[in-house]
């Protein structure tokens, strides 16, 4: 049986970067479970398997196909009960809506103003054209402009983290004395600017910055991998 | 064996306010267990229980006396074990903490700015001297200063719940489909800012509205039993 994970990449397919993927990359390999990952341009996904997802990731399980990382994670964790668990029960699964919500919402809204123009950047010509239009729209402001309030975005980023900081004062990880995909949520914002942007945003001892180092680790160090930008 | 719940009051004892306090009477009605709750003036918590604590919530649970509302929790779920469970695991109580930290940094930090002259308002004469010296001392800023920009912060008050909008898409409460005690964790802010301001913050159709009204009505409306200010 082959699995495949179909993930986003600029120009150099060695460098994949979407957060929603890396989510995907460390819940495969938090199970165990092999696969091949096929980055792949914004512009080309829709072309995908079909014509099956607008969006990546989209994950091939022998025959299955699913798309969305939050239920590509309820289907390994429902496929595959005997591995490590992914939510550690109902309470869990329901909870990381919240830290889901609190990612996209807040994380996520925070690395778009930092590294949008940095993510135009290592596009391909095609995806450059999509990219632009459709973040400028949603945006309402150029890349540019985006780009000229970046340091001052930089500046303000941990202290949005303050949530994460308090978890982190218990535990290890978010979910607990080791990872769950609560975890790899929010790894993957992290690591969506890490390999974009680069943007050291925190200071040295900042327990979200040595969480987040201890994710890198994990499984072999499949976040470490990639190089930061 | 007498259960007691030291909580806080203003001047008027039938009127307890505290968000910490009315997480614990909610984990205490989840939990079926009855007890007498003692609402004392800010000033008057140092001399409880021979001293035992700064801070209410205090609960004598026979012969033990446990300190802080999370610490209440924990102990209420370990010493009660056959009772409806407050966390769904240890994942669910590893998450409680980012629930908390989202609710003490965001929730509280808004709410403070909407109520703190209310809840000044609301105390008797000594604990008035107390609240204003301790509280201006800490936001840096006059009541009368932190008044006036009152109706901008209820104006910008709901897109701050955002999190908890994504994770009310999914089901009907924060820890899933019955209450949790991350959902008291948030009523009780919630209720603080209810039953201190008043204030009208969400929409009529907003989720997280329509979920606050859903925990008023639970454990035969012990949160709707104090009216709103």
Redesign the interface.
């Known amino acids: 049986m082959t699995r495949i994970l179909y993930s986003l990449c600029g120009a150099d397919e060695s460098r994949p970067f979407s957060p929603h993927c890396w989510k995907v990359v460390q819940a495969l390999a938090h199970k165990g479970l092999d696969f091949i990952e096929k980055p792949t341009p914004f512009t080309e996904i829709p072309s995908l398997e079909g014509g099956f997802s607008k969006t990546v990731p989209i994950l091939r399980d022998g025959n299955e196909l699913i798309r969305d990382s939050f239920e590509i994670a309820l289907y390994l964790e429902e496929t595959y009960p005997d591995r490590p ?1 992914l ?16 990612s ?3 994380v996520h809204t925070a690395i778009t103003k930092i590294a949008v123009k940095n993510i135009h950047d290592m596009l391909g010509e095609t995806d450059q054209v999509y990219f632009r239009t459709s973040r400028e729209a949603r945006l309402g402001r150029t890349l540019e402009e985006m780009e000229a309030s970046r340091q001052a975005e930089i500046d303000g980023f941990a202290p949005k983290l ?6 982190l ?3 290890d ?4 004395d080791g990872p ?1 995909f ?1 975890d790899y949520i929010l790894f993957g914002a992290l690591q969506w600017m890490r390999v974009t942007a680069g943007a050291k945003v925190f200071s040295d001892n900042d327990p979200v910055g040595l969480w987040f180092e201890r994710c890198l680790d994990l499984h072999n160090g499949v976040g470490r991998s990639v190089t930061a930008a």
Chains 1, 2 share one sequence.
Do not use: C, D, N, S
């Open positions: 668990t939510f550690g029960g109902p309470a869990g699964k329901a909870l990381a809506r919240f830290v889901e919500g609190f996209q919402m807040v303050e949530p994460i900081r308090h978890a004062k218990y535990h990880f978010i979910g607990g769950l609560v």
